[in-house]
């Protein structure tokens, strides 16, 4: 069967072959109504690496139910969180590329060009590397904005960019982050931005480090999600000087009635307010910005459940955002995978010589 590829961008002899980074998230929808969470929520639950589940059956419980009634109460609970920039993960994410572009311009003779886009929703990653080769990116590093590694995240994330790739005809060179999990500059964000509201605010009885879920049956499956996420975890703790007994690593955002990793945020969060805990804090490490999961599911619904429990005082610590120490170790992680990778500016003599023989041998100009 043959395949039409897509048209490729006019090239000009004897300019800079340029490395891009594309720096990609889940997505958001593009407002927070419940005709542009039908269009999302399509999108996203249509993703066969987010539900693995029966295509064919699937397809029916998305559309005659799932469609029908989510988008609605999804909508509302995007209100809660909705700023006058527009959504935060989308806000959070532009600022971190913005500030690792300038970063990075000031580190390397030929800055790479910085991107960002997202499996779901816009910017997408088409869009956003097809623009990248118009701008003469012939080597692209492809970072994944989830810090551990699951088949329905960094793995989903890697899938779209293959898919596009398939449908041009001139492949750029590709590298790719998967993971960093463990990286000692993440950890060490991590603990900073802990440590810098403990500055502020005082320290809590209890730190709950929440992660998102995933079904139980991945881990069984070989993804190493639940593995990476338990390390991290252990890591901060360690960072942060914290003893077995003063903090706890949970899973959050259970979807369906199957099992998923546990334990479940919700319960630890029950418990300890039944246990009439003084106060807790908690930190999603798995968030590098700031989205509806951090923001409603934990700050306002979290909140919630534990002070209806009994828990005394609540506190949700933000995620890593526009964290200096954040934007170092995205532009540290980067600078590791360019390592020989085209990133010295070629003296502009070469260049003009290199068209001048293309024209030559009959380039067109």
């Not at 300038?102 to 816009?122: C, H, R, S, T, W």
């Not at 080769?133 to 590093?141: A, D, N, P, T, V």
């Not at 293959?162 to 990286?183: A, C, Q």
């Not at 934990?298 to 955002?321: C, D, Q, R, W």
């Amino acid at each position: 069967m043959s395949r039409v590829m897509l048209p490729e961008p006019a090239y000009r002899h004897g300019s800079i072959d340029k490395t891009g980074v594309l720096l990609i998230n889940l997505g958001t929808p593009d407002a927070p109504t419940a005709k542009a969470l039908r269009i999302y929520l399509k999108q996203f639950l249509s993703e066969p690496r987010i539900v693995e589940f029966p295509r064919w059956l699937w397809w029916f419980i998305l559309n005659g139910i799932i469609l029908n009634i989510r988008p609605a109460k999804s909508a509302r609970k995007y209100e809660q969180i909705w700023t006058s920039e527009g959504s935060p993960l989308k806000v959070h994410t532009e600022r971190q590329t913005a500030l690792v572009a300038a970063l990075l311009k000031k580190q390397f003779d030929l800055a790479p060009v910085i991107e960002y886009a997202m499996i779901v929703g816009n910017p997408s990653i088409a869009e956003k590397l097809q623009q990248m080769k118009e701008q003469g990116c012939s080597r692209i590093l492809v970072l994944s904005l989830f810090p551990q590694y699951a088949a329905s995240s960094a793995g989903c994330a890697l899938d779209s960019v293959f898919t596009e790739l398939s449908k041009m005809r001139n492949i750029p060179d590709i590298r790719t982050v998967r993971h960093y999990h463990d990286d000692p500059g993440y950890i060490a964000a991590l603990a900073q931005n802990v440590c810098d509201y403990w500055e502020k605010h005082g320290r809590p009885d209890k730190l709950v480090i929440s992660f998102h879920g995933v079904p139980h049956k991945t881990l069984e499956m070989g993804d190493p999600y639940h593995c990476e996420c338990q390390k991290t975890g252990r890591l901060l703790a360690e960072a942060l000087g914290l003893t077995e007994g003063q903090y706890q690593v949970c899973f959050q955002s259970r979807f369906g009635f199957s099992q998923w990793l546990s334990p479940y945020t919700s319960d630890i969060l029950k418990e300890l307010g039944k246990q009439k805990t003084g106060r807790i804090d908690i930190v999603c490490p798995g968030f590098v910005a700031d989205c509806l999961e951090t923001l409603e599911e934990i700050a306002i619904e979290g909140k919630t459940t534990f002070i209806e429990a009994g828990g005394g005082e609540f506190h949700y610590i933000p995620s890593l955002n526009e964290h200096p120490e954040w934007i170092k170790t995205i532009g540290d992680i980067i600078q590791s995978h360019l390592t020989g990778w085209g990133t010295r500016q070629p003296a502009k003599g070469d260049m003009e010589q290199s068209r001048k023989r293309a024209l030559e041998l009959g380039a067109e100009e």
